[in-house]
């Protein structure tokens, strides 16, 4: 081929610089193919004149040291190609491995918020729930003092206390129709207590399921997180371990 002609003494003949050259050589080319009988024959490549007139012998090939040591250092060129192209592979993981981390912190983090948050609307839904449970065990008290009154009808000793805020007060028709009142009034009070009460208790559960889906999650997150911890301890210490071992 064009480019491979050389002489022994390692100058290139016939070497193509350009593309113009090639252009040059199919220009003058002929058409036909030539078998290999009619091809010239080979010429006797002539070393240098000497100055006493004689040819120079070829170039010694190089010591067999030298060739070793040429080649140690291409292997030791190549290996550390290798190694920095490792070394970057690591680095790159890494560098993703702590941003899926970083996330997994945010993600964590307003996951904690979060539960927090419901917790405490669970707490205070919890205190007002109890506090109605208290206020309509109160209120059915009271009903039920009022009813032991109503069906007592008989007058009540002098002196002894009423139903109504520990005032002493008779039985009377009056004081029959004042009770039965209150009576109307609590069991419309106890009734709007049980439906707040209710709602109460839904919301809590609501509340509460959140925070259970909420642990859950964070439980999930940790897991992740301990899994890209080890492994993110795995890579560091590979790539400690290719950064010292350069030759």
């Excluded at 983090?109 to 205190?127: D, F, H, N, P, Q």
């Excluded at 809590?204 to 301990?226: P, V």
């Amino acid at each position: 081929g064009v480019n491979t002609w050389g002489s022994p003494v390692g100058e290139n003949l016939g070497f193509a610089i350009a593309s113009r050259h090639l252009q040059e050589l199919f220009e003058t080319a002929g058409e036909d193919y030539m078998p290999l009988a009619s091809l010239p024959a080979v010429r006797d490549h002539k070393l240098p004149a000497t100055p006493d007139g004689g040819r120079a012998e070829p170039s010694p090939p190089p010591p067999a040291s030298l060739t070793v040591a040429s080649e140690e250092g291409l292997s030791r060129a190549l290996r550390e190609i290798d190694r920095q192209a490792e070394l970057n592979r690591l680095n790159e993981k890494i560098a993703t491995l702590r941003k899926e981390l970083a996330v997994i912190e945010v993600e964590g983090a307003t996951l904690t918020a979060e539960r927090g948050e419901i917790m405490s609307k669970g707490a205070t839904a919890y205190a007002r729930g109890s506090q109605i449970a208290s206020r309509i065990a109160a209120a059915r008290v009271r009903v039920a003092a009022i009813d032991g009154a109503v069906q007592n009808r008989e007058l009540a000793i002098a002196g002894a206390p009423a139903f109504n805020d520990g005032e002493s007060a008779p039985f009377t028709a009056a004081g029959i129709e004042s009770l039965m009142q209150e009576r109307l009034l609590i069991i419309a009070l106890v009734n709007s207590l049980v439906r707040e009460g209710q709602q109460i208790e839904a919301l809590y559960a609501g509340f509460d399921l959140r925070a259970r889906n909420l642990l859950s999650q964070l439980r999930y997150k940790e897991r992740q997180r301990s899994i890209l911890r080890a492994e993110l301890r795995e890579l560091l210490a590979e790539y400690e371990a290719l950064a010292a071992s350069a030759d």
